[in-house]
Each structure stands twice: as structure tokens, then as C-alpha cells.
């Protein structure tokens, strides 16, 4: 009896690392979700987790690839899968980008550094947001990976070529124009919170900070949280709390359109990817424009509450354009299946923004590590079981896209 017991009462070795303990419990995106809702103060999850009015557009993203199934093949020699692609003329290991993401060390001391490193060892583009917390040098330092810079129509058109200036001078290999912030859509649950940038103490405030004391020990030891790209300048760096609403309805530019392009080509010599993009027939003008690529995204359904679901987007885009520029499909992937269903369907790749900021909070540098882990093993998983050996035989006879409540 005791040696029967002794086979089965077998007890791993205890982990003493913090990080490591916690992350070793995540099978999934969605489980390190659930440990940066425990680690974060609740205005700071929401503002991540969060999307506009009522989040239909939210819920419509996920929606969508759930509702995207696949017709797997049999017997097609999968021995050696291999989800390598190319994206803007560059390789890449499996079709991912990091998406930009503002405000970023709200959800880990390090911020940006931390994902750019962690995007630097996987090999994956990271694109840094114009509202980033580490400024566009501090990030081209952190890792050697490649790196693209976001962009925001500033009101300051100088503002703008003086970032591009410096972005192509560290290194950055593309831009993306963020096109669908005319103005910044109602998040509910910020107003609700009363959230700002940065979060500014009350009773509500401290109580919070209370109850996550590792999350507010790391902000009050960090140096203080600007936009570090325009510390100094006129527009404001984001050192007086503000609602996120009000400063980019003062400071980007609504009058934003098609022309600026042609004075964008002017102070920009490399690739030009649109982000936000949520139509065919826009889709077709940003060809005509000669962009490199298109991002078919609702900015995560941040902004205009009722915008399509962006994979609903890939297929109708991609026959409409023809293959004249690359389509990125941006918006509530959680899983590296997702990945394959957008590149079935016509994608070049994916951008994810929330997966890896969830993955921030949960375990810093090693939690994003993590979600590009994650990613890549489903990535190549998924590829064996629908029997496809490389992202060539990644096509729509592979899918069955189911249609929605509303019949989209």
C-alpha cells in the first residue's frame, strides 16, 4: 500500500517566485484577464477592459470569431508546421502585431519597455502609441525588434513631422495613422469612475489603492506618468489629470482627411498603414492612395458604438482591393485560432492590444512574454489541426463563417 502510494503522491517542487507562480495558473488570455482584474484598481481594469456606450462593438469583435468556425482537412502532412509570414516586407514569425496602446504603465511600472522587449525577443512588430508613457527613444533602446510608430492627427501639424522625425531617426520601420478619432467615443465605464489620466486621488481613489497596494506601491516609487513624446510642450504632457475625452478633443485635429495624406508622404519616406478603417469602399480609396496597408479596425470597440465587427470586414476588403495593399485585422483576438480564422479569410495579420496589456498587469515583462507564447503555440496548433503546414494554405475553404444576431 505504501508503495502504491507512493507512486501516485508525486508533489511538484515549490515555486518561490512570485511572478512565475502566478503566471504558471494561466492557460489562456482570458486567465490573465482574470488576474489583472484582481491586480488592478478598478478604474485602471476598466479603462483597459472597457469600450463605448453600451460595448455592443466590443462584444460584436469576440463575437465574430467565435462565430467563425473551421472545416478542418485531413491527411495533409502537418509534420512540420511553419506560421512564418511576411508583413510590410519584412518577416515575421507567426502574423502578429502588437497594436499601440496609450497610457500604458498605468498596468506595469515599465510600460512600453516591457513590451517592446518582450515583442523584441518573439520577433513580433510592436507599434508604440503617440500617448505612450516611455518616450519614442526610451522604446528603441529597449529591444531590438522591429518597431512602428502610431500617429495622431495633432492640431500641431509641427508636432506631428517633429515625432516622425524622430521616429525615423531610432529606427522605427512604418507608421500608423490612426484615422478613426475625429472625436473620442463616450467609454461609459470611465465616466462612471470619473477616470482620468493620470489617475487622480479621491476617497474612491485611495480606498482602491488600499486594496491593491503592489499596483500603487509601483506607481508612487515610478517616476511620474506623462505622455512622454510631448513632455514640455504646449499641448500638454498629461501631468494635470484630465479626462482622456476632453484632452484629445482639444488637441487632435477633426478636420483630418484623405489630402493629408499627400503631406504625410512628404515628411515620411517609409510605410504608411491606416488604422481604423471599417468600410469597403474606404478600404478601396486608401488603395487608390497607394498606402502600404490598411488596419480594418473599430479601435477595439472604443470608439463608435454599432461599428462592424472587424472580421466581418476581411473577406468583402480583401476581394474588393485586390491584393494592391496589405489588410491587418485588428480587434478581440484572444487566441492564436483567431489569428488563423483572420488569415483565412484574407488578413496579412493581426493586431492585439488588450491580450498583451492583460498580460501586463498580470506578470509585467513575463506576462506579455507569456500572451505571445500563448499566441504562437495556438498559432501553430491550429495550423496542424485544420491541416495546413505553412500560412499559404491558409484559405476561406478552411472557415465557415456563421452569421450573426443581426444577420451580418
Same mark, same amino acid.
Given at each position: 500500500?505504501?508503495?502504491?502510494?507512493?507512486?501516485?503522491?508525486?508533489?511538484?517542487?515549490?515555486?518561490?517566485?512570485?511572478?512565475?507562480?502566478?503566471?504558471?495558473?494561466?492557460?489562456?488570455?482570458?486567465?490573465?484577464?482574470?488576474?489583472?482584474?484582481?491586480?488592478?484598481?478598478?478604474?485602471?481594469?476598466?479603462?483597459?477592459?472597457?469600450?463605448?456606450?453600451?460595448?455592443?462593438?466590443?462584444?460584436?469583435?469576440?463575437?465574430?470569431?467565435?462565430?467563425?468556425?473551421?472545416?478542418?482537412?485531413?491527411?495533409?502532412?502537418?509534420?512540420?508546421?511553419?506560421?512564418?509570414?511576411?508583413?510590410?516586407?519584412?518577416?515575421?514569425?507567426?502574423?502578429?502585431?502588437?497594436?499601440?496602446?496609450?497610457?500604458?504603465?498605468?498596468?506595469?511600472?515599465?510600460?512600453?519597455?516591457?513590451?517592446?522587449?518582450?515583442?523584441?525577443?518573439?520577433?513580433?512588430?510592436?507599434?508604440?502609441? @503617440?500617448?505612450?508613457?516611455?518616450?519614442?527613444?526610451?522604446?528603441?533602446?529597449?529591444?531590438?525588434?522591429?518597431?512602428?510608430?502610431?500617429?495622431?492627427?495633432?492640431?500641431?501639424?509641427?508636432?506631428?513631422?517633429?515625432?516622425?522625425?524622430?521616429?525615423?531617426?531610432?529606427?522605427?520601420?512604418?507608421?500608423?495613422?490612426?484615422?478613426? @478619432?475625429?472625436?473620442?467615443?463616450?467609454?461609459?465605464?470611465?465616466?462612471?469612475?470619473?477616470?482620468?489620466?493620470?489617475?487622480?486621488?479621491?476617497?474612491?481613489?485611495?480606498?482602491?489603492?488600499?486594496?491593491?497596494?503592489?499596483?500603487?506601491?509601483?506607481?508612487?516609487?515610478?517616476?511620474?506618468?506623462?505622455?512622454?513624446?510631448?513632455?514640455?510642450?504646449?499641448?500638454?504632457?498629461?501631468?494635470?489629470?484630465?479626462?482622456?475625452?476632453?484632452?484629445?478633443?482639444?488637441?487632435?485635429?477633426?478636420?483630418?482627411?484623405?489630402?493629408?495624406?499627400?503631406?504625410?508622404?512628404?515628411?515620411?519616406?517609409?510605410?504608411?498603414?491606416?488604422?481604423?478603417?471599417? @468600410?469597403?469602399?474606404?478600404?478601396?480609396?486608401?488603395?487608390?492612395?497607394?498606402?502600404?496597408?490598411?488596419?480594418?479596425?473599430?479601435?477595439?470597440?472604443?470608439?463608435?458604438?454599432?461599428?462592424?465587427?472587424?472580421?466581418?470586414?476581411?473577406?468583402?476588403?480583401?476581394?474588393?482591393?485586390?491584393?494592391?495593399?496589405?489588410?491587418?485585422?485588428?480587434?478581440?483576438?484572444?487566441?492564436?485560432?483567431?489569428?488563423?480564422?483572420?488569415?483565412?479569410?484574407?488578413?496579412?495579420?493581426?493586431?492585439?492590444?488588450?491580450?498583451?496589456?492583460?498580460?501586463?498587469?498580470?506578470?509585467?515583462?513575463?506576462?506579455?512574454?507569456?500572451?505571445?507564447?500563448?499566441?504562437?503555440?495556438?498559432?501553430?496548433?491550429?495550423?496542424?489541426?485544420?491541416?495546413?503546414?505553412?500560412?499559404?494554405?491558409?484559405?476561406?475553404?478552411?472557415?465557415?463563417?456563421?452569421?450573426?444576431?443581426?444577420?451580418?
Amino acid at each position: 500500500m505504501l508503495e502504491s502510494l507512493r507512486s501516485v503522491l508525486r508533489f511538484r517542487p515549490v515555486e518561490g517566485d512570485l511572478v512565475t507562480r502566478r503566471l504558471a495558473g494561466a492557460a489562456c488570455v482570458a486567465d490573465l484577464r482574470r488576474i489583472a482584474r484582481r491586480r488592478l484598481p478598478r478604474g485602471v481594469f476598466d479603462y483597459i477592459d472597457g469600450g463605448a456606450e453600451d460595448e455592443r462593438t466590443l462584444a460584436a469583435n469576440s463575437d465574430a470569431f467565435a462565430r467563425t468556425t473551421f472545416r478542418p482537412r485531413v491527411l495533409r502532412n502537418v509534420a512540420a508546421v511553419n506560421p512564418s509570414s511576411t508583413l510590410l516586407g519584412r518577416p515575421v514569425p507567426i502574423p502578429l502585431v502588437l497594436a499601440p496602446t496609450g497610457f500604458t504603465r498605468i498596468a506595469d511600472p515599465d510600460g512600453e519597455l516591457a513590451v517592446a522587449r518582450a515583442a523584441a525577443e518573439a520577433g513580433v512588430p510592436y507599434t508604440l502609441s @503617440t500617448l505612450s508613457t516611455r518616450s519614442i527613444e526610451e522604446v528603441a533602446r529597449a529591444g531590438r525588434g522591429p518597431k512602428w510608430f502610431q500617429v495622431y492627427a495633432w492640431r500641431d501639424r509641427g508636432l506631428v513631422k517633429e515625432m516622425l522625425d524622430r521616429a525615423a531617426g531610432a529606427g522605427y520601420e512604418a507608421i500608423v495613422l490612426t484615422v478613426d @478619432t475625429a472625436v473620442l467615443g463616450r467609454r461609459e465605464r470611465d465616466v462612471r469612475r470619473g477616470f482620468t489620466l493620470p489617475p487622480k486621488a479621491g476617497l474612491d481613489t485611495l480606498v482602491d489603492g488600499a486594496l491593491h497596494p503592489r499596483w500603487t506601491w509601483g506607481l508612487l516609487r515610478g517616476e511620474p506618468i506623462r505622455f512622454a513624446n510631448v513632455v514640455g510642450r504646449e499641448v500638454g504632457d498629461g501631468a494635470t489629470a484630465a479626462s482622456l475625452a476632453d484632452y484629445i478633443n482639444a488637441q487632435f485635429d477633426p478636420g483630418l482627411c484623405w489630402d493629408d495624406l499627400d503631406w504625410l508622404r512628404t515628411v515620411w519616406a517609409g510605410p504608411i498603414v491606416l488604422k481604423g478603417i471599417q @468600410t469597403v469602399e474606404d478600404a478601396r480609396i486608401a488603395a487608390d492612395a497607394g498606402v502600404e496597408a490598411v488596419a480594418l479596425s473599430n479601435h477595439g470597440g472604443r470608439q463608435l458604438d454599432g461599428a462592424p465587427a472587424t472580421l466581418h470586414l476581411v473577406a468583402p476588403v480583401a476581394d474588393a482591393v485586390g491584393g494592391r495593399l496589405e489588410i491587418i485585422c485588428d480587434g478581440g483576438v484572444r487566441r492564436g485560432g483567431d489569428i488563423v480564422k483572420a488569415v483565412c479569410l484574407g488578413a496579412r495579420a493581426c493586431m492585439a492590444g488588450r491580450a498583451y496589456l492583460y498580460g501586463l498587469a498580470a506578470g509585467g515583462e513575463r506576462g506579455v512574454a507569456k500572451v505571445l507564447s500563448l499566441l504562437d503555440a495556438d498559432v501553430r496548433r491550429t495550423m496542424a489541426l485544420v491541416g495546413a503546414d505553412s500560412i499559404a494554405r491558409l484559405d476561406r475553404d478552411l472557415v465557415t463563417v456563421a452569421p450573426s444576431a443581426d444577420g451580418r
